[in-house]
């Protein structure tokens, strides 16, 4: 409805988190960084053996995440809310849930949820709170193997997996203001009912169209993107810090934070004034910093804003 629209568009400004196993491994295996595909994808680029990168799971303990001190990054920041990666192309889940015991709380040693972490600590702080969640995933045993454009469906059991996990997702954490959905191959029956599950438990939470077969409240786009006229619908650009990757790279070359910092204004002032949301990607490191530099990058453009009374 539009008072969910407008709600949502007053956002303007994001923080996108890519956190998980990946993180973990910084765009390295064996030693070697691996310069094909985005860090997070790294289990399909490097390759990793499936029972090798769900083994990390075991020894994952990110002890440093503060979800308090990402909220108040955020918030110096001048964002209005945070999407954080519920789940992955992995299909590590950040979550604890029933649905497998592949997830942060049964299968690592911090026995930590996550999301409940970031979504209280976004409450507290006055920020909304999204999630991303993968459509493709290499842990579901009845997903649809690696390359996911071979298929125009999900198979069902991976699409009732989602379904479980979705309705977790949307009842046990308080309003979710977004769901991200990423890289849906599902046919249009599936993704309408994706689509519809989400409104009966949140009807408010605003989807995405990489939900696939136009069920969507929100276009996204690439970075620094806008649509040339003024759209009618709801719209979102999501950056990365580095186009390369949006999880963790742990040789990513960062030299100039106050040349990123002013690039990324320049794109969120473009977006902003066109009347979209600006989502900007974090990517802690395995431990769950967040890297400096990229705080260096966040707090610049905060200050930038509070100069105009924005932040
Ligand atoms: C997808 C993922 O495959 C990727 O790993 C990352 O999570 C990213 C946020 O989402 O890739 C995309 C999705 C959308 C755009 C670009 C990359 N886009 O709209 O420009």
């Not at 592949?102 to 920020?127: F, H, Q, W």
């Not at 009912?193 to 989400?198: A, K, Q, S, W």
């Not at 993107?225 to 390369?244: K, R, V």
Request: charged share 20%; with cysteine; net charge positive.
């Amino acid at each position: 409805d539009t008072q969910s629209f407008r709600q949502w568009q007053d956002n303007k400004f994001s923080m996108f988190i890519h956190f998980g196993l990946y993180s973990k491994l910084g765009g390295v295996w064996k030693g070697k960084p691996v310069t094909q595909g985005y860090s997070e994808q790294i289990m399909a680029f490097a390759p990793v053996p499936k029972d090798k990168y769900e083994a990390l799971a075991g020894e994952f303990n990110p002890n440093c995440f503060n979800a308090d001190s990402i909220a108040a990054l955020a918030k110096r920041a001048g964002m209005r809310s945070v999407v954080l990666t519920s789940k992955h192309h992995d299909g590590f889940c950040l979550f604890r849930t029933k649905t497998t015991a592949y997830n942060i709380y049964d299968a690592s040693p911090c026995k930590r949820d996550l999301v409940k972490e970031m979504a209280e600590a976004c409450k507290r702080a006055g920020l909304n709170f999204g999630l991303y969640f993968s459509l493709i995933d290499w842990h579901c045993p009845y997903a649809s193997p690696m390359a996911p454009h071979n298929a125009n469906f999900i198979p069902s059991k991976h699409h009732e997996y989602s379904k479980a996990q979705l309705k977790e997702l949307l009842t046990r954490y308080g309003p979710i203001s977004e769901l991200w959905f990423d890289m849906g191959s599902n046919t249009p029956e599936q993704s309408r009912e994706l689509y519809e599950l989400v409104h009966r438990i949140q009807p408010s939470c605003m989807v995405s169209g990489r939900l696939g077969n136009d069920c969507y409240d929100f276009c996204v786009m690439g970075d620094n993107q806008y649509p040339d006229a003024t759209l009618q619908t709801p719209w979102q650009t999501c950056a990365s810090m580095f186009n390369e990757t949006w999880g963790y790279r742990s040789w990513q070359k960062r030299e100039n934070a106050k040349e990123k910092a002013a690039e990324k204004m320049r794109a969120l002032a473009n977006v902003v004034s066109h009347g979209g949301n600006y989502l900007l990607n974090i990517g802690p490191d395995g431990q769950g910093n967040v890297i400096s530099f990229e705080r260096q990058v966040l707090e610049r453009i905060g200050k930038w804003l509070g100069q105009y009374g924005y932040a």
